[in-house]
Nanobody, 124 residues
Framework: QVQLVESGGGLVQAGGSLRLSCAAS????????MGWFRQAPGKEREFVGA????????YYADSAKGRFTISRDDAKNTVYIEMNSLKPEDTAVYYC?????????????????WGQGTQVTVSS
């Protein structure tokens, strides 16, 4: 069982930056692929980006490419998403998720564990 806890959300002005963290329990964190998803009000949850086991690969949604960077620190059992040049349309609850498969995926069903989410609000 893996427990995930996101932190770092908040209110930021358009053009600003935020770094979200996701701390995981468990001793095999490095074996999991980690994904970030988000859900805006009235919309379905969508893929933002993911990083493979031990940071071997990353994959981003088009909306995140060039602005967001995902990294992981396996020694700290933590994955991060650095978000720059934030836009009002980035406003959402951001979730991290862990996949036993180890490889990046944009498919929500391939993730086995989910955090509770952290709110990110970008004001114009």
């Amino acid at each position: 069982q893996v427990q995930l806890v996101e932190s770092g959300g908040g209110l930021v002005q358009a053009g600003g930056s935020l770094r979200l963290s996701c701390a995981a329990s468990g001793r095999t964190f490095s074996r999991y692929a980690m994904g970030w998803f988000r859900q805006a009000p009235g919309k379905e949850r969508e893929f933002v980006g993911a990083i493979g086991w031990s940071g071997g690969s990353t994959y981003y949604a088009d909306s995140a490419k060039g602005r967001f960077t995902i990294s992981r620190d396996d020694a700290k059992n933590t994955v991060y998403i650095e978000m720059n040049s934030l836009k009002p349309e980035d406003t959402a609850v951001y979730y991290c998720a862990a996949s036993n498969g180890g490889y990046v995926s944009l498919i929500q069903g391939r993730y086995d564990y989910w955090g509770q989410g952290t709110q990110v609000t970008v004001s114009s």
